[in-house]
Nanobody
Framework: QVQLVESGGGSVQAGGSLRLSCAASGRTFSTIAMGWFRQAPGKEREFVASISWNGGNTDYADSVKGRFTISRDNAKNTVSLQMNSLKPGDTAVYYC??????????????????WGQGTQVTVSS
């Protein structure tokens, strides 16, 4: 069974930084792509960033490009999201997710089979 546990959320003023981490259990972590999504109150869950199994390929939502960086450490079974220059619009619950083995778009929630419980990020102006 795969478990994903996020940490690192919190409250920060606009312009500040936070680093989210996701610890994964399971022996297949190093062979699977991972992603970060977020969901603000009253809105659908949306794609933030993804990273390939070896970290060689990353992708970002336009809204976070140049401000967020996704990375992974396969030796530690962790994936991280460094968030800089945070804006009030980044306020949301952030989820890490494991991409399924069947392919599909990294932007689509249905392409992921395991999800963490989420961590709250609040950015005040």
């Amino acid at each position: 069974q795969v478990q994903l546990v996020e940490s690192g959320g919190g409250s920060v003023q606009a312009g500040g930084s936070l680093r989210l981490s996701c610890a994964a259990s399971g022996r297949t972590f190093s062979t699977i792509a991972m992603g970060w999504f977020r969901q603000a109150p009253g809105k659908e869950r949306e794609f933030v960033a993804s990273i390939s199994w070896n970290g060689g390929n990353t992708d970002y939502a336009d809204s976070v490009k140049g401000r967020f960086t996704i990375s992974r450490d396969n030796a530690k079974n962790t994936v991280s999201l460094q968030m800089n220059s945070l804006k009030p619009g980044d306020t949301a619950v952030y989820y890490c997710a494991r991409k399924n083995a069947f392919g599909g778009s990294s932007y689509y929630t249905g392409s992921y089979d395991y999800w963490g419980q989420g961590t709250q990020v609040t950015v005040s102006s």
